[in-house]
């Protein structure tokens, strides 16, 4: 069951981007009732763990006398959270060495995010950009604005170059109060200034969960023929024989992913390496691990 529903190859071949969403949430979830994972429940927004200080009347005691363990319940103003989802969508998102492009698998997390986002009672944002926002859709939480968030994203596609710390530092400045910066992207473009960007929502106490999207083949290079690299941005060509360059390209691809690692951490930044042949459920995971240390 957990393979069916969050493999991205079989998800993809949905013709229905809320259809995906949803099975990718259930899918999830699924995995999570049959695992000790924090003894989150399809009710998990009503409730959190019990702690020193919390009121005794507020316990749930039908939760514990099903669980064994103190729960309180949660109200609406402890449990909304203003969520900001930030989706690449330029033309470097379409590569891909498989069935599934790092777009479509980032669009797959973004709209199975978005569902959880809305079921949780939690507010959202979408913001689509290259090197500059293309579509802006301000944070609500009703399922008719998750109908419109997943219309307008099954419709997008890819365009143009990057320019990622362009579009953080300029939403930091738009986006003041805390939430929480959601980033999906291939991160090609210049880290320094990524990282600048990012540092830029941590000044206003925002969270941020950065989903590093790849195909393998951008960092194994598992090419046996010489063959002709086109850049998907500026259409530039390079005619090379990939095993001269394997050992240097993937070691400057692990460096590069290694920076982006440490600099996060140093900047309590959530940072996460996800390829495009792993399955769905690992954004979801990070999400609500994200979400229960911000409430």
């Keep these: 069951m957990k393979t069916k529903y969050l493999n991205p190859n079989i998800v993809n071949q949905l013709n ?23 003894g989150f429940s399809a009710e998990f927004s009503e409730h959190r763990a019990y702690s020193q200080g919390d009121q005794i009347k507020n316990i749930d005691w039908k939760l514990w006398s099903k669980t064994d363990k103190y729960y309180v319940k949660r109200f ?37 995010l978005s569902y959880l986002i809305i079921k949780q009672k939690d507010s959202l ?17 009703n399922k008719n ?14 365009s143009g170059s990057t320019n990622i710390s362009k579009v953080l530092n300029f939403n930091a400045e738009k986006i003041k109060k805390r939430g929480l910066i959601i980033l999906i992207t291939d991160l090609l473009d210049d880290a320094d200034k990524i990282l600048e960007g ?18 393998r083949q951008e960092i194994e290079l598992q090419y046996n023929e010489k063959i002709i690299f086109e850049d998907l941005e500026n259409k530039e060509k390079i005619n090379i024989e990939p095993w001269h360059i394997k050992d240097s390209y993937t070691k400057e691809s692990m460096d590069n992913i290694n920076y982006f690692k440490s600099e996060c951490l140093k900047n309590h930044i959530e940072y996460n390496l996800i390829f495009t042949d792993q399955d769905l459920d690992k954004a979801i995971h990070q999400f609500l691990n994200k979400r229960k240390i911000i409430n």
């Excluded at 259809?19 to 009732?33: C, N, P, S």
């Excluded at 604005?145 to 890819?158: G, R, S």
């Excluded at 990012?198 to 790849?214: A, G, M, P, S």
Aim: charged share 20%.
């Design 145 to 158: 604005h998750l109908n419109t968030i997943l219309a307008l994203m099954e419709n997008m596609e890819t």
């Design 198 to 215: 990012l540092k830029h929502f941590k000044y206003y106490k925002h969270e941020i969960l950065v989903f590093h999207i790849l195909d």
């Design 16 to 38: 229905n981007l809320y259809i995906k969403a949803k099975l990718i949430v259930e899918g999830t979830m699924y995995g999570l009732h049959k695992s000790p994972f924090h």
């Design 125 to 141: 944002g979408l913001y689509t950009f290259n090197t500059e926002i293309k579509l802006s859709i301000p944070p609500k939480n």
């Design 76 to 112: 609406e103003e402890e449990t909304n959270l203003s969520c900001h989802i930030f989706l690449d969508a330029s033309k470097s998102m379409d590569f891909t060495s498989s069935n599934v492009t790092k777009f479509q698998y980032s669009q797959m997390i973004a709209a199975a």
